[in-house]
């Protein structure tokens, strides 16, 4: 059955360190990875797009890596802050924007 | 900035009563999305207009649940009769045809029903 599994664990870390999360899928082939901001109690916001052909995407100081072989992608936030505690989604589209997201991981930066 | 809107932003009711949610998406999008998320879970997706025709209501518990957009542009979700396990938020999202860049949704800021 297809699959996508986020760390269902928190992840604390220290402000100014690197946070990396992950998101692997099984029996998907998706044509594009999306990552996800949600605060408590509000709606998810998107954050960054990555195709199946692209390794690697950034957007200040996020970075998005998509491995189709490995069928995994990891979302990276460099020089954390804690502003940046949220819970984290990935999403897989394929089709006609037909998207499935993973149940989400909980970041802490803590000061 | 346009938003989504949806309300009401809180609903409490009862077992085996009905309720429903309403959703105005950002102004020109074609598709619309409602999803539902229990806390600590992932939003799941319950339906997908393509303007008012369904595109995918697989996950869409039919016996108790419908959902319509008759002009193409907001949306009622209804559920009859309500159950204990329907507790959760129910978040709406749109997305523009014309982003071939990100294919972002804007999510609303959701409604938190609660079933007693």
């Known amino acids: 059955s297809q699959k996508i599994e986020q760390n269902s664990e928190a992840l604390n870390i220290q402000e100014g360190k690197t946070a990396t999360l992950t998101c692997n899928y099984t029996n998907y082939s998706p044509a594009y990875l999306q990552w996800y901001r949600q605060d408590p109690g509000r709606g998810p916001v998107f954050l960054l797009l990555?195709?199946?052909?692209?390794k690697e995407k950034r957007k200040e100081r996020l970075k998005v890596t998509f491995d189709t072989t490995l069928k995994q992608s990891l979302f990276h936030i460099t020089a954390s802050q804690p502003a940046d505690s949220a819970t984290y989604l990935c999403a897989l589209v394929r089709g006609y924007q037909k998207v499935t997201f993973g149940i989400g991981t909980k970041l802490q930066v803590i000061p | 900035e346009a938003e989504v809107a949806q309300s009401p932003r809180y609903k409490i009711t009862e077992k085996s009563q009905a309720v429903a949610f309403w959703c105005d998406p950002i102004?020109?999008?074609?598709?619309l999305y409602w999803y539902r998320q229990i806390l600590g879970q992932g939003p799941e997706l319950l339906v997908q207009?393509?303007?008012?025709?369904?595109?995918?209501d697989s996950q869409l518990p039919k016996d108790r649940f419908s959902a319509e957009r008759l002009k193409g542009v907001d949306s009622t979700l209804k559920i009859q009769p309500a159950e204990l396990g329907d507790s959760a938020m129910y978040l709406c999202a749109s997305s523009s045809d014309r982003d071939r860049e990100t294919y972002e949704q804007y999510f609303g800021p959701g409604t938190r029903l609660t079933v007693t």
């Open positions: 207009f393509q303007d008012e025709s369904v595109v995918d």
């Open positions: 990555i195709r199946e052909n692209e």
């Open positions: 102004s020109g999008h074609a598709t």
